[in-house]
């Protein structure tokens, strides 16, 4: 992948001509480059480009400095077009701080960078200027705006012809009055390494008031202030924010909604929502929730990450399963399958030993399987066989009925008191598979779009269930009649259950659609990016984002939600057994006596056949 920029790659040939030796005495301005490439930029790989129009000695200068290296480097021709180069470069040569961009150049540079692509935005830049008029308008252009460490050599003795010649050192510090400064004059020792040469721009914003692009309804991350006037925000993002702001020195100006009431995709060729916003450049950046895709982060600045969500769905309970059911919910239907598979098994057994006695002990299996039924329901057994082989097979059986009918017994009094639910679903394929649909609020998201057109068989399927509702009453109405789920961002999910629409008996499903890296997103190429991205990892190492995403989201939800919310799930208040707890068993014992009068009807009848 960085092959290309790792091979001495000489991009134009039509300049290497050029590199002629002519003799001529040292310059100092030229010995001045010979100390930055060799000194503070030595072992950095380097971008240099080269304005066709320099003299001959520079020539020779650079060629040089160019056999004496021992980084890779990538010469680029001024003259050649910008756009047509910047087109076949690999991104790590034209962002990014993997190589050092030198532009040696004796007329304006800026043609060639107006055209290059977008791509185009080094994290060093450095202009050489052998001119003799000063380039310092170079360092305002809107041009290199994007660039974060930039710096301008030139000579300084150009107004004043009788003075020693020095090579001044200028950059510009955008957020401040006066914006270019120089920071010093060339000197070998003074620089050592390459962080001393460029420095930090950016180190406060001197109160800048940022423009943010937001929607003031995304809890629990940036909502209305219920204590602040109107236009102030509060949520994690706003902790955040201020967070920044003393440190940083800047202040900002939150949006109450995008003008088109989107979230933020690209449809139709264009932004929509808050990212419309920023990528107009009306806004300078966004801090609403936002993951991280690809499509964003090409046509945006992505900060770092500073918290991981998806989108989660929330359902009702189901009901709780009839009570008089309790009587049988001890043990699983394959339980009792084997329960009763085992007892005819012992039944038969059993017969057939007592018929190979000589005198049969309980004779026929009339008197067999009641003997075999009384250790099942605790009752004593009457006599023992006299086969002592056939002892030890009762015996066992008393053991096995004694386990079982305790078992049952333990679990009967948990199931009878304590209100049992269906299995409930708690994944993608499982609510995939289910007869639900699902619903969402249809405000610009990107989910609906990458459902329908997901690789992933369940998340396709959610996608083909997907009803979209203009309102959220909707989508609310529809998880309560127990048809739909609904698909919103975790926490606003919960919190518009819970708050907003008090939905006491919902859960949220434990897995989550999309989970991903929420950042915020700048224009691209924003030269003090990283500001920001140090700040927010400063604030996730810290524990202070999980912090206020914890204290933020129980403002709304109350403290210890999450504990009240897993309690209520397992345990239950007591309850004293009501009659419909006890349905089960009279149920039985209606069932039993019928059973038993029928039996009692049929050999009535055919006592009266024999006679
Ligand atoms: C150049 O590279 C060689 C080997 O890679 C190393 O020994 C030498 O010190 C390097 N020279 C400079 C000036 O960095
Ligand atoms: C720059 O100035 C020097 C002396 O001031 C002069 O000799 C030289 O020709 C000038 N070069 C250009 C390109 O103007
Ligand atoms: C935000 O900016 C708008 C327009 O620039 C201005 O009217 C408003 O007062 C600002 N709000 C705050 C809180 O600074
Ligand atoms: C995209 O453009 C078409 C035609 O101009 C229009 O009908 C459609 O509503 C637009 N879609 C969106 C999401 O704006
Ligand atoms: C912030 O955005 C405003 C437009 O709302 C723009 O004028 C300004 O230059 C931007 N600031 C920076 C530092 O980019």
Same mark, same amino acid.
């Given at each position: 992948?960085?092959?290309?920029?790792?091979?001495?790659?000489?991009?134009?040939?039509?300049?290497?001509?050029?590199?002629?030796?002519?003799?001529?005495?040292?310059?100092?301005?030229?010995?001045?480059?010979?100390?930055?490439?060799?000194?503070?930029?030595?072992?950095?790989?380097?971008?240099?480009?080269?304005?066709?129009?320099?003299?001959?000695?520079?020539?020779?200068?650079?060629?040089?400095?160019?056999?004496?290296?021992?980084?890779?480097?990538?010469?680029?021709?001024?003259?050649?077009?910008?756009?047509?180069?910047?087109?076949?470069?690999?991104?790590?040569?034209?962002?990014?701080?993997?190589?050092?961009?030198?532009?040696?150049?004796?007329?304006?540079?800026?043609?060639?960078?107006?055209?290059?692509?977008? !791509?185009?935005?080094?994290?060093?830049?450095?202009?050489?200027?052998?001119?003799?008029?000063?380039?310092?308008?170079?360092?305002?252009?809107?041009?290199?705006?994007?660039?974060?460490?930039?710096?301008?050599?030139?000579?300084?003795?150009?107004?004043?012809?009788?003075?020693?010649?020095?090579?001044?050192?200028?950059?510009?510090?955008?957020?401040?009055?006066?914006?270019?400064?120089?920071?010093?004059?060339?000197?070998?020792?003074?620089?050592?390494?390459?962080?001393?040469? /460029?420095?930090?721009?950016?180190?406060?914003?001197?109160?800048?008031?940022?423009?943010?692009?937001?929607?003031?309804?995304?809890?629990?991350?940036?909502?209305?202030?219920?204590?602040?006037?109107?236009?102030?925000?509060?949520?994690? #993002?706003?902790?955040?924010?201020?967070?920044?702001?003393?440190?940083?020195?800047?202040?900002?100006?939150?949006?109450?909604?995008?003008?088109?009431?989107?979230?933020?995709? /690209?449809?139709?060729?264009?932004?929509?929502?808050?990212?419309?916003? =920023?990528?107009?450049? #009306?806004?300078?950046?966004?801090?609403?929730?936002?993951?991280?895709?690809?499509?964003?982060?090409?046509?945006?600045?992505?900060? =770092?990450?500073?918290?991981?969500?998806?989108?989660?769905?929330?359902?009702?309970?189901?009901?709780?399963?009839?009570?008089?059911?309790?009587?049988?919910?001890?043990?699983?239907?394959?339980?009792?399958?084997?329960?009763?598979?085992?007892?005819?098994?012992?039944?038969?057994?059993? @017969?057939?030993?007592?018929?190979?006695?000589?005198?049969?002990?309980?004779?026929?299996?009339?008197?067999?399987?009641?003997?075999?039924?009384?250790?099942?329901?605790?009752?004593?057994?009457?006599?023992?066989?006299?086969?002592?082989?056939?002892?030890?097979?009762?015996?066992?059986?008393?053991?096995?009925?004694?386990?079982?009918? @305790?078992?049952?017994?333990?679990?009967?009094?948990?199931?009878?008191?304590?209100?049992?639910?269906?299995?409930?679903?708690?994944? =993608?394929?499982?609510?995939?598979?289910?007869?639900?649909?699902?619903?969402?609020?249809?405000?610009?998201?990107?989910?609906?779009?990458?459902?329908?057109?997901? !690789?992933?068989?369940?998340?396709?399927?959610?996608?083909?269930?997907?009803?979209?509702?203009?309102?959220?009453?909707?989508?609310?109405?529809?998880?309560?009649?127990?048809?739909?789920?609904?698909?919103?961002?975790?926490?606003?999910?919960?919190?518009?259950?819970?708050?907003?629409?008090?939905?006491?008996?919902?859960?949220?499903?434990?897995?989550?659609?999309?989970?991903?890296?929420?950042?915020?997103?700048?224009?691209?190429?924003?030269?003090?990016?990283?500001?920001?991205?140090?700040?927010?990892?400063?604030?996730? #190492?810290?524990?202070?984002?999980?912090?206020?995403?914890?204290?933020?989201?129980?403002?709304?939800?109350?403290?210890?939600?999450?504990?009240?919310?897993?309690? !209520?799930?397992? #345990?239950?208040?007591?309850?004293?057994?009501?009659?419909?707890?006890?349905?089960? =068993?009279?149920?039985?014992?209606?069932?039993?006596?019928?059973?038993?009068?029928?039996?009692?009807?049929?050999?009535?009848?055919?006592?009266?056949?024999?006679?």
């Amino acid at each position: 992948m960085l092959l290309p920029c790792l091979l001495l790659s000489l991009v134009t040939g039509s300049f290497t001509s050029r590199i002629i030796q002519s003799a001529g005495d040292p310059d100092s301005h030229l010995e001045s480059l010979r100390g930055i490439v060799e000194g503070p930029l030595a072992g950095w790989n380097a971008v240099l480009y080269l304005d066709p129009s320099l003299e001959p000695p520079v020539w020779e200068c650079v060629r040089g400095l160019l056999a004496g290296r021992n980084a890779s480097h990538v010469l680029v021709d001024l003259g050649s077009d910008g756009a047509l180069w910047s087109e076949g470069q690999p991104v790590d040569l034209l962002r990014g701080a993997f190589m050092v961009h030198v532009v040696v150049f004796q007329d304006d540079p800026r043609p060639f960078f107006e055209a290059v692509s977008l !791509q185009w935005n080094p994290q060093y830049l450095l202009f050489f200027s052998v001119s003799n008029e000063t380039k310092k308008a170079l360092l305002l252009d809107d041009t290199f705006k994007g660039v974060e460490r930039l710096l301008l050599v030139e000579k300084t003795s150009l107004k004043d012809p009788g003075s020693e010649p020095t090579s001044g050192m200028f950059t510009s510090f955008p957020f401040e009055a006066r914006k270019i400064k120089l920071i010093g004059s060339w000197d070998d020792a003074a620089f050592p390494s390459r962080e001393d040469l /460029f420095v930090d721009r950016f180190e406060s914003f001197r109160g800048y008031e940022f423009q943010l692009g937001t929607s003031l309804d995304d809890y629990p991350y940036l909502y209305k202030s219920k204590t602040k006037p109107k236009g102030y925000g509060d949520g994690v #993002e706003v902790e955040m924010l201020d967070a920044m702001a003393r440190v940083l020195d800047f202040k900002y100006n939150l949006t109450a909604e995008a003008p088109d009431r989107k979230w933020g995709a /690209f449809e139709n060729g264009s932004w929509t929502g808050m990212l419309g916003m =920023v990528h107009r450049k #009306e806004k300078n950046f966004t801090v609403n929730y936002f993951s991280i895709t690809g499509e964003r982060v090409d046509a945006f600045d992505a900060s =770092v990450s500073y918290w991981m969500e998806g989108f989660g769905m929330s359902m009702l309970s189901p009901p709780p399963l009839p009570k008089w059911r309790g009587v049988y919910y001890p043990f699983t239907p394959s339980v009792w399958l084997a329960l009763t598979v085992t007892f005819v098994l012992v039944l038969i057994i059993m @017969s057939v030993q007592d018929n190979m006695q000589p005198v049969p002990f309980l004779g026929g299996v009339g008197s067999t399987w009641p003997y075999l039924l009384r250790a099942m329901f605790n009752n004593s057994i009457p006599r023992l066989p006299k086969a002592q082989w056939q002892r030890l097979f009762v015996g066992t059986w008393l053991l096995y009925c004694f386990i079982v009918s @305790s078992a049952f017994t333990a679990n009967l009094v948990a199931f009878l008191t304590i209100p049992i639910f269906p299995e409930r679903i708690q994944t =993608v394929k499982e609510l995939a598979k289910s007869d639900y649909r699902v619903c969402m609020f249809d405000y610009g998201e990107f989910v609906p779009g990458a459902l329908r057109s997901s !690789q992933d068989p369940h998340y396709k399927a959610l996608g083909e269930k997907l009803d979209l509702f203009s309102a959220y009453g909707a989508c609310v109405k529809g998880m309560r009649e127990r048809t739909h789920a609904n698909i919103e961002s975790y926490s606003y999910n919960l919190i518009l259950l819970f708050v907003d629409y008090k939905v006491k008996n919902s859960y949220m499903l434990s897995e989550q659609l999309y989970p991903s890296y929420l950042c915020w997103y700048f224009q691209k190429n924003t030269a003090w990016k990283y500001k920001f991205n140090h700040g927010l990892r400063r604030l996730v #190492e810290s524990g202070l984002v999980e912090y206020w995403v914890k204290i933020k989201t129980e403002d709304f939800l109350g403290r210890g939600f999450e504990r009240r919310q897993q309690l !209520q799930d397992t #345990e239950r208040d007591i309850q004293a057994l009501s009659l419909e707890h006890l349905q089960g =068993v009279f149920f039985l014992l209606a069932m039993s006596w019928a059973a038993g009068g029928l039996v009692f009807a049929a050999e009535v009848l055919r006592h009266r056949c024999r006679l």
